[in-house]
């Protein structure tokens, strides 16, 4: 069974950092596409930041780049997403997903993943 738990949201005031974690389980990341995305009230779910496989190029929202760093530890089968300079729009449920992606081909951007995880709150403000 595919699990995948994300961990480390919270309330951060703004021009601070937060640390996102998601554990997969029942899966090796070495070969899934991997993605970060977010959801605020009222607004669809869009993407953040994700890498189409484990030698795939990196994709960034314009919203985000310059202050997240999405990574993985293979060896851990965990994935990262650093937030720094974090601003009040940026706060939302925020979601990990993984898709298998042996090609290297999957459009890491879209919302056709197979495994999601149940989501981490991040709140910014002062």
């Known amino acids: 069974q595919v699990q995948l738990v994300e961990s480390g949201g919270g309330l951060v005031q703004p021009g601070g950092s937060l640390r996102l974690s998601c554990a997969a389980s029942?899966?090796?990341?070495?070969?899934?596409?991997i993605g970060w995305f977010r959801q605020a009230p009222g607004k669809e779910r869009e993407v953040v930041s994700c890498v189409s496989s484990s030698v795939g190029s990196t994709y960034y929202a314009d919203s985000v780049k310059g202050r997240f760093t999405i990574s993985r530890d293979n060896a851990k089968n965990t994935m990262y997403l650093q937030m720094n300079s974090l601003i009040p729009e940026d706060t939302a449920v925020y979601y990990c997903?993984?898709?298998?992606?042996?090609?290297?081909?999957?459009?890491?951007?879209?919302?056709?993943?197979?495994?999601w995880g149940l989501g981490t709150q991040v709140t910014v403000s002062s």
């Open positions: 029942g899966l090796s990341l070495d070969y899934y596409a």
């Open positions: 997903a993984a898709e298998f992606d042996y090609s290297g081909s999957f459009a890491c951007g879209s919302l056709g993943y197979n495994y």
